[in-house]
């Protein structure tokens, strides 16, 4: 076992504390200070020594996964804020014009918000989504919040903490009156943030409740978690780590199944002894590690990258789950991989392994109407076609019939398809009527 490290959180009003970032030249840090005053910015003592290679920064792939970049503002933006930095505004003039930069990045979840929040009697339930059939989200309040903050995520809007116990229980009496309305839900995926954010006895408050609940058709309850990358220790020499495996166990012993979604981007979060300490621990407690993540430019843009994730994993008894396509909130696109390229790396990746670790599907797409799988390119009649179809869908009949769209090169999204063979429409869009241009903004909720 490797030497526990001390909880220590770095933003940008402490990062110039640091020892390694204080050895980064003049443009990096200027890069830090001016990104991070726009959006959010979090790691962690274990993240700086354990997983960045300083001498690569920074091409280091967790050094782009965590810091802010240069290249997530456009350059007029980038200027601007480097501006309004050096000038005496008052600090509320100085929000009032970062708030307008943030507003033009961070679309409002408007379709996810208004499409899949379940009511009950008429009455919206909070910190609920329930889209496809078998599977409710929970975002206990709690929970929204991680131990370091990946730097394409726009999700932070939802970063709030609410230190309030009270709200825990209502919450998740809430959830479980719903879930007695639904019986057809098989799982509870809790998600955030991260709920492994939480201390042991507040995550308690919700998952005991729902145990004792003892719902005939609930069979798994899911813990979707960046931790085991960016502070396994929360699983290992946090003061309530043995708590938090008691907690899992007990999941087990009431017959239900623990599953933890672990968000892995890179080999190298799968490298540290005390990683796979964690998981150890969390496979004696009976509970299944399952591996997804976005794929990112800067950052996993390799198939090679992805072997040797998912061929590790599988050694540390993991299963491959999701290489999922990043939404385009990014500025300047700066983390986008366009479709086309996402295939084909991950069909690179996905020949290099066993069966077992052919658990894997991907490129998915989670898009308004559901998860888009992108089968394959094929050409017919002389054009280039994308298969596509529905791992999930808000439809459960849209489920696994293959779709066609035309091949575009240039396309990273859902939204930027067309239909073959000059369609109007994709069949699923006969029957559904979101606007287009929520879809971006929507969903990608269960990472
Ligand atoms: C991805 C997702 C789920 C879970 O889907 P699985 O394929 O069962 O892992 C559930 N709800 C939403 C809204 C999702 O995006
Ligand atoms: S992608 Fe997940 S782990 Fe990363 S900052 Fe966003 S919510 Fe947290």
């Not at 797409?365 to 799988?373: D, H, N």
């Amino acid at each position: 076992m490797s030497v526990p490290v001390k909880y220590k959180a770095y933003t940008r009003h402490n990062i110039h504390t640091l020892p390694q970032y204080q050895h980064l030249g003049p443009a990096l840090k200027q890069a830090v200070e001016v990104v991070s005053a726009v959006f959010p910015f979090r790691t962690n003592r274990y993240i700086v020594d354990e997983l960045i290679d300083w001498s690569r920064v920074p091409d280091d792939p967790i050094y782009q996964l965590t810091f802010p970049q240069q290249g997530m503002l456009a350059a007029e933006d980038f200027e601007h804020v480097a501006a309004l930095l050096e000038s005496d505004l008052s600090a509320r003039e100085r929000q009032a014009a970062l708030n307008a930069i943030r507003m033009r990045h961070n679309p409002h979840p408007a379709g996810q918000m208004q499409y899949n929040v379940p009511e009950i009697d008429g009455e919206p339930v909070k910190g609920i989504q329930h889209k496809y059939h078998e599977t409710v989200l929970f975002f206990p309040a709690q929970g929204q919040t991680c131990h370091a903050y990946c730097s394409y995520c726009f999700r932070w809007a939802q970063f709030v903490g609410i230190e309030d116990l009270k709200f825990a229980s209502r919450e998740v009496e809430e959830l479980i009156g719903y879930l007695r309305l639904h019986p057809e839900v098989t799982d509870v995926l809790f998600t955030g943030g991260d709920p492994a954010i939480m201390r042991t006895k507040i995550l308690a408050r919700y998952i005991e409740p729902l145990l004792e609940a003892r719902l005939p058709g609930l069979q798994t309850i899911r813990i979707g978690t960046k931790a085991l990358a960016y502070w396994p220790g929360r699983f290992v020499t946090d003061d309530d780590a043995d708590d938090l495996l008691r907690l899992f166990e007990k999941v087990n012993r009431r017959g239900l199944h623990l599953a933890v979604m672990a968000h892995f981007s890179h080999p190298r979060e799968l490298a540290t002894p005390l990683v796979h300490e964690a998981i150890r621990r969390l496979h004696t407690a009976g509970v299944e590690i399952r591996m997804q993540a976005p794929l990112i430019r800067h950052v996993n843009n390799d198939p090679q990258a992805w072997v040797q994730m998912w061929r590790e994993g599988v050694r540390l008894g993991m299963f491959p789950y999701y290489l999922f396509v990043s939404r385009n909130t990014g500025p300047k696109n700066y983390f986008d991989v366009p479709l086309g390229e996402a295939y084909r790396l991950f069909r690179a990746a996905y020949a290099q392994l066993s069966g077992l670790g052919r658990t894997v599907r991907g490129p998915v797409m989670s898009t308004t109407p559901g998860k888009v799988l992108i089968n394959g390119v094929i050409d017919l009649q002389g054009a280039r076609h994308f298969v596509l179809s529905f791992l999930q869908a808000r439809d459960p009949r849209w489920v696994g019939r293959p779709f066609l769209a035309e091949y575009d090169p240039a396309a990273s999204w859902l939204t930027d398809l067309r239909p073959a063979h000059n369609q109007k429409r994709f069949f699923f869009e006969q029957d559904f009527h979101a606007p287009a241009h929520e879809d971006r903004a929507a969903t990608e909720a269960a990472r």
